[in-house]
């Protein structure tokens, strides 16, 4: 705390006895207290203090002594949205008392509890890696998005500020600010008010509540999760336009290196691990569920410079008058000028032009690792098949055939080294769903390929479900080391017993018994549970009787939960390895029955709470079922290659395999079907970025259907031009189809997926219908 503090500036000393008489008469300190008061060093309009004593900390906002711009410093505004907004749930610190009374310190102030985490200054976020800068500034576009969202009449926001026409009102506004507290004139703001006045959008219409100082360092964050608690410096919210904030939030990515205006603010060009503009729009779309792109953000934009500016300038005011609250205002007055002429170069830049023509394409950071993978790939990743395969050859009847080759390993380490690492995961790489999908499919061209990047199934499903719903105690235990590729872990849902494509028919049965949770079942088709580094399960239970699994619809997916189980908790056995084909795929650490039998976990061990065990089901299946299908792309476009060479090696009937119509009518018709499913896959994988995963519900199951049809069919006809050597174990086929037609079962049936197309076309059609 000390680094964000100094001892009160002597220009804002108060009488701090008379304050504690205050907040003794409010019963919110005792007067037996000691009351220490710091004054934070940040800050350049409010003065804001730390107000401590052995019991209680508060945080002490109040307007600045001496003469004040107009309509400036409205503390009472800061304190009515932050009980608002706290009431709502939103991240704030809690208002505790606003005092108009000037007799107390001087001037009007308002309390509010201090909220405990982290503050980073530097919106470059330095000492961080480069995983943990994407986790803060996707938590922080989320809030953003969250604050858009809020609807303003149950928060009894209403008349917070003057509705349509924010542009018009901000512009003017600044205008204002800047000429009251003007010492000369700079040509170049009256050039870009001129321009701003000129240019304003012509849909200046939609309302949210908008924060008006949106930045990283206006953020409290967990002290060690990328999460939001609170957001601070509510002095210039209002209700308006939220692209206004957006691009203020994205401002410093246009910031050029060299103009620092306040101690905050720095060029975030060619620092690692900053989202890119792009992808910070693709996330705040997401959260606040827009269908389309945003509008050009050039006005926007021009408008944060020119508050910036308008900022500066009364810094700078402050500092003549002797009453400023930023050690560095004298050097902030010199930034006007520059910031102006920049914004002025700036409006005419096309920001909004496409880097190519197409559908679906990757951010930059995305293309940059998928060229990066398929580096990797092509140096050492479909080198190693050979030895790989042999490997497995020698220990076919060995215990050994279960642990991961040591040249596999030898890869994991490289590919952790060169950053490819967990790139299935936005928080840990930075990259959308659309990004991971092209290298899903490059993956998929080789079977051990996604472990070495430590993105393989069912760990990266079951990473997903800690990540999202995990405590932080079981994010500690479990996801970190997976995250590190130390451990493996199995996801058991599959029963031996029942039809479990209708998963609420699940027999495992789960009982609470004090603070223990007992379990009793079988599970089957457990993939990784026979590597010896799996060392926990999530397993899926039913708490319903036999009636209640036969009741409604809501009930029966009421009832059951998600728990954590060690693999080496008593009652845990892995009975058997199961075969596909008759191969037991060890290469993923096979597919096994395990028994569950009177099974003790701790209370703490559920995920997200009992009977929510659908809920995480539904949100783990989606990105885990895209990443599917786009490896079964990979996979078909490797046996199309097979099939290829195969054609144009082999003679029969006094001429090329190709040059048979029949054959050469099957590679047109399988790079149609790879072409069609790509595409309906990536599609996919967009909706699932900007709608979310429950709107890409049809989608997802439209893909889970045709990847796997068409992977069948690909390799069946590449099996076909090997005749007896596809089926044989000289090639990868066989192999490759078991994958493919075990696909079309795995995470749910086709049939399942066909239903759940129909119902859901049945009601767009009939909503359009109604229309």
């Known amino acids: 705390m000390d680094e964000l503090t100094t001892p ?89 008392r606003h005092c108009t009374d000037v007799d107390v310190i001087g001037t009007e102030f308002y309390l509010m509890e201090h909220v405990a985490g982290r503050i980073f200054r530097d919106l470059r976020l330095p000492g961080m890696v480069p995983a943990e800068r994407t986790a803060l500034y996707v938590a922080a576009v989320e809030v953003l998005a969250r604050l858009h969202s809020l609807d303003l009449t149950p928060l009894r926001l209403n008349g917070y500020g003057k509705g349509g026409g924010y542009c018009r009102r901000q512009v003017s506004t600044w205008a204002k600010q800047y000429a009251a507290s003007s010492h000369r004139d700079i040509p170049a703001m009256n ?11 012509s849909d200046d219409r939609e309302v949210t509540l908008v924060h008006g100082d949106f930045r990283v360092d206006n953020l409290v964050f967990h002290p060690t999760e990328a999460r939001v608690l609170a957001v601070l410096d509510w002095e210039l919210s209002t209700t308006g336009e939220p692209l206004a904030d957006l691009a203020y939030f994205l401002m410093p990515h246009y910031w050029p290196p060299g103009l620092d205006v306040l101690s905050s603010m720095g060029s975030l060009r060619g620092i690692e691990g900053i989202p890119t503009v792009d992808d910070l729009i693709s996330v705040y779309r997401r959260c606040r569920g827009l269908p389309s792109a945003l509008p050009p953000l050039n006005f926007y934009l021009a408008l944060s410079y020119f508050k910036m500016a308008g900022i500066a300038q009364g810094i700078y005011a402050r500092h003549l008058l002797g009453n400023a609250s930023a050690p560095n205002a004298a050097e902030v007055g010199q930034c ?26 990757q951010t930059a950071r995305g293309r940059e690792a998928l060229r990066q993978v398929k580096d990797f790939m092509g140096q050492h990743v479909l080198p190693a098949q050979k030895e790989v395969a042999e490997y497995y050859t020698e220990h076919a ?64 499903g079951n990473m997903e479900v800690l990540h999202m719903f995990g405590s932080t105690e079981q994010k500690r235990a479990w996801l970190e080391p997976l995250l590190r590729g130390e451990i493996r872990s199995c996801f058991c849902m599959t029963e031996p017993d029942v039809a479990s494509s209708d998963a609420t028919n699940m027999a495992c049965s789960v009982r609470r018994v004090g603070d223990q949770f007992v379990i009793n079942g079988k599970k089957w088709w457990i993939s990784g549970a026979g590597h010896p580094r799996c060392k926990v399960a999530i397993v899926m239970c039913s708490s319903a009787t036999e009636d209640a699994r036969s009741s409604s619809s809501s009930s029966r997916h009421a009832r059951h939960t998600m728990l954590l189980v060690p693999m080496d908790t008593a009652g845990v056995k892995l009975v058997r390895p199961l075969t596909v084909f008759g191969q037991d795929d060890a290469i993923h650490g096979g597919h096994f029955e395990v028994h569950f039998d009177n099974v003790r976990v701790p209370a703490a061990n559920v995920i997200l709470g009992e009977g929510r065990g659908f809920e995480i089901a539904q949100g783990r299946l989606g990105p885990g079922r895209l990443h599917h299908c786009m490896r079964a792309v990979g996979l078909a476009e490797m046996a199309l290659e097979l099939l290829c060479r195969r054609a144009a090696s ?62 069948c069919k690909v390799v069946d006809r590449a099996i076909q031009v090997h005749g007896g050597a596809g089926v044989s174990g000289d090639f990868p086929l066989a192999q490759m189809y078991s994958y493919a037609r075990t696909l079309r079962i795995a995470d749910g049936p086709d049939e399942v997926h066909l239903s759940s197309v129909a119902r859901l076309e049945l009601r767009d059609q009939l909503a359009k219908a109604k229309l």
């Open 336 to 361: 006007v000028e520059p910031l102006a002429v920049l914004a002025l170069e700036f409006v005419h830049r096309p920001l909004t032009a496409p880097r190519e023509a197409g559908l679906f394409l």
């Open 8 to 96: 009160v500036r002597p220009q804002h000393i108060f009488d701090e006895d008379s304050l504690k008489k205050y907040l003794s008469a409010q019963s919110l300190v005792s007067n037996d207290d000691r009351l220490a008061v710091r004054q934070y060093s940040a800050g350049q309009s409010n003065p804001t203090f730390l107000i401590q004593t052995p019991s209680k900390t508060y945080v002490l906002r109040k307007k600045p002594p001496g003469a004040l711009l107009p309509g400036a410093h409205k503390v009472d505004r800061e304190y009515r949205v932050q009980k608002a907004l706290h009431s709502a749930g939103f991240p704030v610190p809690q208002p505790v």
């Open 191 to 201: 050039e870009l008010a001129a321009w701003l006045t000129g240019n304003l959008p």
């Open 397 to 460: 009847q060995s215990p050994l055939r279960w642990n991961t080759p040591r040249i596999v390993e030898d890869l994991k380490v490289k590919a952790r080294e060169a950053g490819l690492w967990n790139l299935f995961l936005p928080a840990a790489s930075g990259l959308k769903q659309l990004d991971y999908a092209y290298i899903a499919e490059e993956t998929g061209r080789c079977l051990f390929a996604p472990e070495v990047f430590n993105c393989q199934a069912p760990d990266t």
């Open 650 to 711: 082999r003679r029969t009937f006094g001429k090329k395999l190709y040059e048979h119509e029949a054959v050469a009518h099957w590679i047109a018709e399988c790079r149609l079907a790879i072409e069609q499913t790509r595409l309906l896959t990536l599609c996919a994988a967009h909706a699932l970025d900007t709608l979310g995963g429950r709107a890409a519900r049809k989608q997802i199951a439209l893909i889970k259907v045709a990847a796997g049809r068409m992977a």
